[in-house]
């Protein structure tokens, strides 16, 4: 158990909807981070937030965006879907410094038909 | 831009043998490397976390070690056992915090009982 928690677990929605996922973060972690990963492949970073502000981006586009709010939970909302954005989101909380070890959660499976 | 590659892509063992996993970087200026598991469709399990001034951590049959200087890391497990099976992917951090990582596509283990 690494105390982060994610919902809905799974999820289906028709290409051009819009998404939201949730994360809750350990009590104490500023820092959650959020990956895709898509079958047989590494997560990929999509974009982090420190202290409800973005912290850095990976390559994805503006249709990818998140909020982190003060009670440690955050969100991840992808508009525009595509087939292309099936994948299991995965959400990690860190304290923000040293150690820093990233806890993940049990991820978000979302498919797009 | 910051590539991880780990080899192999898979492996199948018996159990009680030893076994190496291999990590291996391009940008050296890592902030720490991360091994994690993942079982099936689940999230990712945090093994070992090895900051950049480091050189190895070791928890139960599991040591990790770091050589920056070679873009290296390997993941050594001792005596294997089925419950061991699973994906374990590498992460490395750039910048001052953790998260922001990028992962390897990851290394799928299968110890035969």
């Known amino acids: 158990e690494t105390g982060v928690t994610q919902s809905p677990t799974h999820l289906i929605k028709t290409r051009g909807q819009q998404v939201t996922l949730r994360c809750s973060s350990q009590s104490g972690h500023n820092t959650v981070s959020w990956y895709q990963q898509a079958l047989g492949q590494g997560p990929q970073f999509i974009f982090q937030y420190y202290r409800e502000e973005e912290n850095g981006r990976g390559n994805f586009p503006p249709r990818f965006s998140g909020l982190q709010f003060p009670n440690y939970s955050s969100e991840l909302n992808v508009n525009a879907l595509e087939l292309d954005d099936s994948a299991l989101y995965l959400c990690a909380s860190s304290l923000g410094h040293f150690p820093d070890t990233q806890y993940f959660g049990p991820g978000t499976r979302l498919t797009v038909l | 831009k910051q590539e991880v590659t780990q080899i192999p892509a898979a492996l199948s063992v018996p159990e009680g043998e030893n076994l190496v996993l291999n990590c291996s970087f391009t940008?050296?200026?890592?902030?720490?490397l991360q091994w994690f598991r993942q079982d099936p469709g689940k999230g990712l399990t945090s093994l070992l976390l090895?900051?950049?001034?480091?050189r190895e951590q070791t928890s139960g049959r599991l040591n990790a070690s770091l050589d920056k200087s070679s873009g290296r890391s390997t993941l050594y497990i001792a005596a294997s056992q089925p419950g061991d099976s699973a994906t374990y992917l590498c992460a490395v951090s750039l910048g001052t915090n953790a998260g922001k990582s990028t992962f390897g596509d990851g290394t799928t283990l299968t110890v035969k009982p």
């Open positions: 090895i900051q950049s001034s480091q």
């Open positions: 940008d050296s200026a890592i902030y720490n």
